[in-house]
């Protein structure tokens, strides 16, 4: 069970308790970092919140979340015909945070899972921005529950409403020892901040830029490692919106919405960073698992049915596939989960070198037939999940990026994030 469960910190003194499923790891809800965003601060940057002195803070409850302005439209829990499979819509609606989580504008808290919190060590510390085209309201989620991640790896993980990033440099932890990673809007989040913050700790006077490409071209970055990827069948989530408005698309056409609004932009921002002598890892996740299918290939949406969705790898880096889906998991569905959080902790603790030690190639854009340990040189796309096996495999980019224009024309892939 974990033990010194109370932190010193700049805002008092805070207090923790043994995480429910990982009672060796310390989980603390609800830590206020910034004032409410109301008032005057409403469009305002935020500003950090100051505790009164002496102030002890229990963090034991998730904070409420941001108040939805717009209605989130993939899809909708109303319609009383549905093609989910036995747990696709429990899994939608955790996805969607179509839940019964309280909301209110004082939301800017953060939680964190750690083993062991009054160490000494500085522990490499994942911090996680969700997704949800900026409009899910924030953190509470079981997709990233960070007590499974945190024990299986002895790492931190911080999830926080995706609005800010400053606080992480007043958390003791040095700022080398940070890993900011997101998924849909929140992994945008993470690529925006490498392209405002170039050089580090000084930000730009824009956080975000209407000119991505030509800045990328020009190496306009943070010239940090990177490790970027996208699922395979990305559609197989928006197909549900689709469904939703009476929208009906080819299998085509879905795949070029993958290709232009995931796939290409994955290679180009790779390859970028290739250009401009930065430590890059390219993935692809396959992983369709009964547990974890939104549909079958039997609900009339297509012969693929969900597939290796948008969203679907969340649950296998953070280790909650059965917090997700109330089912049990496979045997090969457990150890490619505990692989990737192995990978993405290997990331963590040492970013120019820790995945080239877990096996994985540095990403290069180009092919080559000629043969380094039995993998191609140019075999530097890693498959994980694929054909649900949970060893990794190793293909040319080009396998799947040969349809990709020069320059991305993103419009067929219009309404991602």
Known sequence: MATSLRVKTTNGLIGGHPA???TSVAEFLGIKYAAAPIGELRFAPPKRFAAPPRTFFEASEWVSVLMRITNFHHGSTALIRTPYAVTG???????AAQNDNTSSEDCLALNVWTKNPGISAKKPALVWFHGGRFTIPGPHSPFFDGEYLADAEDVIVVTLPTRHLRFP???????????????????????YYSFAWTKDPTIDNATVFADY?????AGRFARIPLLVGNNDFEAGWYKLSAWAARINLTEA??????????????????GYRVRY????????????????RLYNGSAGLGP???????GSEIEMVFGTVRDVSGLESSCEEDVTSRYMMAAWAAFARDPTGGLTTHGWPLYDPTDSSLSLYHVSI???LVLLGYQNSPEPSFVAPNTYDSHCPVKNDPLPGRGAF
Request: aromatic share 16%; net charge positive.
């Open 20 to 22: 429910p499923n990982r």
């Open 89 to 95: 819509l429990r899994v939608w609606k955790n996805f």
């Open 169 to 191: 440099r007043r958390s003791g932890n040095a700022p080398s020892r940070i890993t900011i990673f997101g998924q849909s809007a929140g992994g945008a989040s993470v690529d």
């Open 213 to 217: 490409e030509t800045r990328a071209a």
């Open 253 to 270: 056409q879905w795949d070029l919405y993958d290709e232009r609004a995931f796939t290409c932009p994955s290679a180009y921002t790779a």
């Open 277 to 292: 002598g930065v430590p890059t890892w390219r993935y692809r996740y396959f992983g369709d698992w009964d547990n974890l």
């Open 304 to 310: 693929r049915g969900s597939g290796a969705y948008h």
């Open 378 to 380: 140019g075999d530097t």
